[in-house]
Nanobody, 113 residues
Framework: QVQLVESGGGSVQAGESLRLSCAAS????????MGWYRQAPGKQRELVAT???????NYADSVKGRFTISRDNAKNTVYLQMNSLKPEDTAVYYC???????WGQGTQVTVSS
């Protein structure tokens, strides 16, 4: 079992920044992929960014150049630095861990214009 605890969500104005954190605990594999997904009201959950334990990253086109994913393997923690936030970034952001596919409880990000 893997437990994921997210933090860092909140309400900001357009153009501002937020940093999300997700700490994993439990049966952690050394080779894993952690990432962030988001779900806006009435929409499907979508990929935001992922990062492997080796540091390989992948981003959704909509966040490239604005969001940066990083991780601290010693702390089993992944971060999402979100800059230049837009109202369309408003969603519940979920942390995901693979293998075996675990999800966090979600943290709300609200961006007002």
């Amino acid at each position: 079992q893997v437990q994921l605890v997210e933090s860092g969500g909140g309400s900001v104005q357009a153009g501002e920044s937020l940093r999300l954190s997700c700490a994993a605990s439990g049966s952690i594999f050394s080779n894993n992929v952690m990432g962030w997904y988001r779900q806006a009201p009435g929409k499907q959950r979508e990929l935001v960014a992922t990062i492997t334990s080796g540091g390989f990253t992948n981003y959704a086109d909509s966040v490239k150049g604005r969001f940066t994913i990083s991780r601290d393997n010693a702390k089993n923690t992944v971060y999402l630095q979100m800059n230049s936030l837009k109202p369309e970034d408003t969603a519940v952001y979920y942390c995901r861990y693979r293998p075996n596919d675990y999800w966090g409880q979600g943290t709300q990000v609200t961006v007002s214009s």
